[in-house]
């Protein structure tokens, strides 16, 4: 289907499709069975300029938004999860950057970020604070020019590989969710560590760690926005990540689908290639259903945020829910065309259908999702009378 | 350092047919693409460059649709394309190639390594690299699979070998031709792709070279195809496996079983 993409565009597909096939393709195998942080393609992705896709040119970037990054996510999670959550976890950490620092900040950490120079990590999760997020106990305490951090992230995508952390903490826990703020804080600064790396059912080329902070002392020019913003630009940065995420699925779909179609021909029982079945066609065209309709929602919302609008909280989470269980089902019904082949580390959906899972869990759960979806239909419902 | 790189575009063989009556290419319709293993002198003369500093020129010699071939060493980060492209250049085989490059190459000037690819996947001659190196009186090493020490005035390279590999010193400038063992080459650059895509490549005509006629294109080639085939294969082989204990271990039950032992 034509998306109206622009040359640009095309080009920056094209760029990350090569990388895919060329680079991931190859590696991913082993990268899973090893847990193996794949820096090699990190360092590629950096040559062919995509980790800077969404950040403005004047901090180094391309100057694209939301659906380049989508387009450049969605072919590199046709080939891994691993390494596209690794890649798209750097526009999480940078959005804060991008949407609350100020202009000292922006050209002190951007550039970095845009170049691939630097990895990035965002922080929020804490054992006792997922889906509650306003639950999290990390503190930061205002002494002179500085904030001490104390607390622990955990499940932290690219912790211990990235350099620039983006952490909410609170300064003020009297003051509930109004207490939270985000500050930017360096690897190497004294009472920052990691905790170890956590062992993953799928996306075991990213790796997830515990941030440890004890007294870590964080100059206060790395605080982000105000003290107290900390919700809200940890909201508006998930409101548009969730379109990355929605990227994540539409590829890891399409990537299982395409796997199905190729082995449905070769496979040969009753004397026939399985592809001949109407079962097994009316599977495949299930699953190239879902998986079109989760694109079009994926790149007509990352529109959507691209144009400026303020509004798409709603739109965002649609994306997310729909398009990571599209990428359940289709990497699961890709499992099923495979037959028993599809259940061996051989063959490639075998780790797409474990690697699909982490969709419906991170960023916020699909319940949650839905539960943002169904307060907006409320507010609107009321705003209408 | 100055780093010449040279390219050619070449179909792309995994697309391409035989005509079964001929035995040469059916070039129609195929996509052309930078040889592969130019692709490696490409990488590695952007690696040097980012070792040791310096700059990376990519040269070809074609037709004019070449220039797509030095648009994507471009986007690769090579700093200056020159396409080499004149009527009288057409036709030319390795020799008058070499000879058309070098005067390509005399007229950039200055320059310290010349990178080329082992071979071209359409010819597979690898005569243009080392004809290079003569037309311009420099030393030059082929199928380098690792540039193991630079830096003014003194070059260390492995040269791949069936059983292993030479270790060669030499002294810049030389020329060096390439195997794919030597690297991996990264992707375009998305930036570097969209300049690519307005870039103005300069193009050398006969008139920019201090050339001799005689030795151009068709007339200034002496080699005559006067057949193409695929190579006989005679007689039987077997390639045994295993350990070298269990290899010997086939080896006589073979030549046993053959009446020779
Ligand atoms: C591999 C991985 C990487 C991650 N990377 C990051 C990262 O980089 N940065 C970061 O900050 N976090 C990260 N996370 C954390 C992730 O965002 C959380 O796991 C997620 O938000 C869910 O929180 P939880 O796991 O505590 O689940 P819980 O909140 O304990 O939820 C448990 C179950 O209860 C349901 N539930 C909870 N509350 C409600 C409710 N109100 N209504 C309905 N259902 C509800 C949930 O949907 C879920 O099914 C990562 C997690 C993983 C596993």
């Known amino acids: ?385 | 350092m100055n780093i010449i790189v040279c390219i050619k575009q070449v179909p792309d063989t995994s697309e391409v047919r035989i005509n079964p009556e001929t035995n040469t290419l059916i070039r129609e319709g195929v996509p052309s693409i930078v040889n592969p293993f130019d692709m490696y002198a490409i990488e590695e003369g952007l690696r040097i460059k980012e070792m040791i500093g310096g700059k990376v020129t990519a040269i070809s010699m074609g037709p004019p649709q070449a220039l797509e071939a030095l648009k994507e060493a471009f986007s690769l980060g090579v700093d200056e394309v020159i396409l080499i492209s004149d009527r009288a250049f057409a036709g030319s085989d390795t020799l008058a190639t070499s000879y058309t490059l070098s005067k390509a190459i005399e007229k950039i000037g200055l320059f310290d390594i010349i990178l080329c690819g082992k071979q071209a996947i359409d010819g597979d001659t690898a005569q243009v690299g080392p004809e290079l190196a003569e037309h311009l009186g420099i030393p030059f090493v082929t199928s380098v699979k690792k540039i193991d020490e630079i830096r003014e005035g003194y070059l260390r390279v492995h040269r791949m070998m069936e059983d292993g590999y030479d270790v060669i010193e030499t002294r810049p400038p030389a020329l060096l031709t390439v195997v794919k063992e030597i690297n991996e080459p990264r992707p375009p650059s998305l930036k570097r792709k969209i300049q690519a895509k307005n870039l103005q490549v300069p193009v050398w005509r006969k008139e920019d070279l201090d050339v001799d006629e005689k030795r151009l294109g068709l007339k200034g080639s002496p080699t005559q195809v006067l057949r193409i085939f695929p190579p006989e294969i005679k007689g039987e082989r077997k390639i045994l496996e295993g350990n070298l204990e269990e290899q010997i271990y086939k080896l006589v039950s073979e030549l046993k079983g053959l009446g020779i032992l």
């Open chain 1, 1 to 385: 289907m034509d998306y109206f993409l622009t040359d640009a565009q095309k080009t920056i597909r094209d760029i990350a499709r090569k990388i895919a096939i060329e680079k991931v393709v190859p590696s991913r195998a082993e990268l899973d069975e090893k847990e193996e942080f794949p820096h090699e393609i990190m360092k590629a992705l950096a040559q062919a300029d995509l980790f800077g896709l969404y950040i403005p040119e004047k901090y180094g970037g391309f100057g694209g938004g939301s659906i380049d990054l989508a387009l450049a996510v969605e072919e590199l999670s046709s080939a891994c999860l691993g390494v596209s959550t690794t890649f798209a976890a750097n526009a999480l950490a940078a959005y804060p950057v991008l949407l609350f620092g100020s202009e000292e900040q922006k050209k002190s950490f951007l550039p970095d970020i845009a170049s691939g120079k630097k990895l990035a990590a965002f922080g929020l999760t804490e054992a006792g604070a997922g889906s509650d997020a306003a639950a999290i106990q990390t503190t930061a305490k205002k002494e002179g020019d500085e904030y001490i951090l104390n607390g622990t992230k955990q499940w932290i995508t690219n912790g211990g590989e990235a350099e620039i952390y983006t952490i909410i903490a609170m300064t003020d826990k009297s003051k509930g969710t109004r207490g939270a703020s985000a500050f930017i804080v360096e690897k190497g600064t004294p009472g920052f560590s990691f905790g170890k790396k956590e062992k993953k059912m799928g996306i075991r080329a990213s790796a997830t760690r515990e941030l440890v902070f004890e007294n870590c002392p964080v100059p206060k020019e790395n605080l982000l926005s105000k003290e107290g913003m900390g919700f809200i630009v940890a909201m508006r940065t998930l409101d548009i990540s969730r379109v990355g995420i929605g990227a994540q699925g539409v590829g890891l779909a399409h990537g299982a689908l395409d796997e199905a179609v190729k082995y449905a021909r070769e496979r040969h029982q009753f004397g026939k290639p399985i592809i001949s079945f109407q079962a097994i066609q009316h599977m495949l065209a299930d699953m190239a259903i879902l998986t079109e309709s989760a694109r079009a929602l994926v790149y007509s919302t990352a529109r959507v945020i691209d144009s400026g609008s303020k509004e798409y909280s709603k739109e965002s989470a649609m994306v997310k829910v729909f398009a990571s269980d599209v990428a359940m089902k289709v990497a699961t019904d890709a499992v099923q065309i495979f037959g028993g082949y599809g259940y061996m580390r051989e063959y490639p959906v075998e780790k797409m259908m474990r690697d699909a899972k982490i969709l419906q869990i991170y960023e916020g759960t699909n319940q949650i999702q839905r539960n943002i979806i169904g307060q907006a239909l409320i507010k609107e419902a009321a705003s209408k009378k």
